[in-house]
């Protein structure tokens, strides 16, 4: 234990520092810009100012890995299927067919699109989620390269402020009803506080409408998971078998989910859960920073700003046509 803390502790007292300033100030930037997102912001300007010494470079490699997916098992907590039961029948389908074809879609485009490492995939399974957390939930077990992360958490929470900012003020144009309004936001948005800015800009009957549709969307991060897990490795798996061979983390992540639905948790502990979850993941994306060049992001995202609207664009049609049906 003492030889662990002599080798990392340089490097996870750095990233803790870098969570903790980011958390603190979070407290003074609007929601769309949370700590995860700051912590990212002050971690790539840190490492690409300053050549960080190779005493801190394990810690930093220890933190980024492995708190990461320690973070997932809390984040698991804030999972609620019930509010799938919420929504009526066809708000559900509308809101389960646009994710699953985006997963699928997602797969697909990305290949052909020849989108980056795995960001393609981080960014399509952010942007049909719950942006940062599904992102941080897939990314350990799809990629070891820090910058694809790195890359897909700046271009989903780029896209879900704009969409914050400007999708209100198209739909107010449209006619739609309140409850159309908030399947628009809270099928598309990429962040729950993206979803509350759009929907509540637009009307309260909107907003919650909206926040409901999104936790939805939350609720379905778990079978997301697997989904679009057996997507990406259906060629390479050997078996069927091989299918349901997932890391530690995310068979915690959907045990935790399952209890959920049969233990009723107090809210006391989930939100100690909720908080426990943010805190590491924002030092975890302190480290994660460090660890990215300026180049090589500006590199990787430009295709991947094309491809997260590519995708955020037919997210959006996919939904309207849903509206135009029902």
């Not at 190779?54 to 907590?77: D, H, N, W």
Request: hydrophobic letters at 55%; charged letters at 10%; one cysteine or more.
């Amino acid at each position: 234990m003492k030889s662990f803390f002599n080798r990392e502790g340089r490097g996870i007292v750095l990233a803790s520092v870098i969570g903790i300033i980011s958390l603190f100030l979070a407290n003074y930037t609007p929601s769309a810009i949370n700590s995860v997102m700051i912590a990212l912001i002050i971690g790539i300007t840190l490492g690409n100012v300053w050549k960080v010494p190779e005493a801190f470079s394990s810690g930093i490699s220890y933190t980024s890995g492995k708190l990461l997916e320690l973070s997932i098992l809390f984040l698991a907590f804030a999972i609620n299927y019930t509010n799938i039961s919420k929504l009526g029948s066809g708000s559900f389908i509308a809101v389960a067919v646009v994710l699953f074809t985006l997963l699928i879609l997602t797969v697909f485009l990305a290949k052909k699109f020849n989108c980056p490492g795995s960001s393609g995939w981080l960014i399509g399974f952010g942007t049909a989620i719950c942006g940062s957390s599904a992102i941080a939930a897939l990314s350990p077990s799809v990629t070891k390269d820090k910058e694809d992360v790195a890359v897909s958490m700046a271009v989903v929470n780029l896209y879900g402020t704009l969409g914050m900012i400007f999708l209100p003020m198209i739909l107010l144009r449209t006619g739609m009803d309140a409850n159309d309004m908030g399947l628009m936001i809270g099928g598309s948005l990429h962040s729950v506080g993206n979803v509350a800015g759009a929907g509540f800009t637009v009307g309260p009957e909107a907003g919650e409408a909206a926040i409901t549709i999104k936790l939805a969307r939350v609720a379905l991060l778990t079978p997301g998971l697997i989904f679009i897990n057996f997507l990406i490795n259906r060629k390479t798996a050997a078996s069927w078998k091989d299918h349901f061979k997932l890391p530690w983390y995310l068979i915690g992540f959907i045990l935790i989910t399952i209890l959920g639905t049969f233990v009723t948790f107090p809210e006391s502990f989930l939100a100690t859960m909720e908080s426990i979850g943010k805190i590491i993941l924002t030092i975890a994306m302190g480290a994660i920073g460090m660890k990215v060049s300026f180049q090589k992001l500006i590199n990787s995202g430009r295709r991947g700003l094309g491809f997260g609207l590519l995708l955020f664009g037919i997210q959006l049609a996919m939904l309207y046509g849903f509206i135009c049906i029902m």
